[in-house]
């Protein structure tokens, strides 16, 4: 009998990419249809969210789901977020 190796799922960075875009839990929750107790479970836990939670938070972010496993990029001094 083989053992299985135990593979940590890859973090997301929720949290960060929540308060980049100046969201309270709760008001992400609300955006993305699930709980806030949801939310904070998956900012705190190394546990992998289901599929269909993770494409509502990413669409609530305005982003795509692996992206969230990816820091956000941070804007530098002076840039306005505005295309020319």
Known sequence: ????????TPPIYLREHRRAKGLSQERLAEIAQCTQGTVSFLEHSDR????????RIAAALETS???LYFLPAK??????????
Request: charged share 30%; aromatic share 6%; net charge positive.
């Open 65 to 67: 789901p692996e992206a």
């Open 75 to 84: 804007k530098t001094e002076g840039e306005s977020g505005r295309v020319s």
């Open 48 to 55: 992998k969210p289901w599929p269909a939670t993770l494409e």
């Open 1 to 8: 009998m083989r053992n299985k190796t135990y593979q940590p």
